[in-house]
Nanobody, 123 residues
Framework: QVPLVESGGGLVQPGDSLRLSCVAS????????MGWFRQAPGKEREFVAT???????TYADSVKGRFTISRDNAKNTLYLQMNGLKPEDTAVYYC?????????????????WGQGTQVTVSS
């Protein structure tokens, strides 16, 4: 297990930006693929973005071009830069860790999850 703690959520207006952070404990962070997921009220959790151990990335179509996933292995930290936020981006955002180096886009690909951070986009 890799303890994960997210931060950076909040209430913003449409068009604003936010950066989420996820700090991982332990020495293996640099060897793990990581991901961001989100869950809106009444909906299933969905994939947002993922990054491999060497920072290869892929994104959900709904966020492509607006969100950027990145990692700082020296700080054991995963980021999600979110620009051009829309009301439909409102959700609890979760970071997650795989047990392998290569990224994944499914819930079942991940073995550890953070507690989530709320992002609300509203005017």
């Amino acid at each position: 297990q890799v303890p994960l703690v997210e931060s950076g959520g909040g209430l913003v207006q449409p068009g604003d930006s936010l950066r989420l952070s996820c700090v991982a404990s332990g020495r293996t962070f640099s060897n793990l693929a990581m991901g961001w997921f989100r869950q809106a009220p009444g909906k299933e959790r969905e994939f947002v973005a993922t990054i491999s151990w060497r920072s290869t990335t892929t994104y959900a179509d709904s966020v492509k071009g607006r969100f950027t996933i990145s990692r700082d292995n020296a700080k054991n930290t995963l980021y999600l830069q979110m620009n051009g936020l829309k009301p439909e981006d409102t959700a609890v955002y979760y970071c997650a860790a795989r047990a392998v180096r290569y990224y994944g886009t499914r819930d079942a690909d991940y073995v550890a999850w953070g507690q989530g951070t709320q992002v609300t986009v509203s005017s």
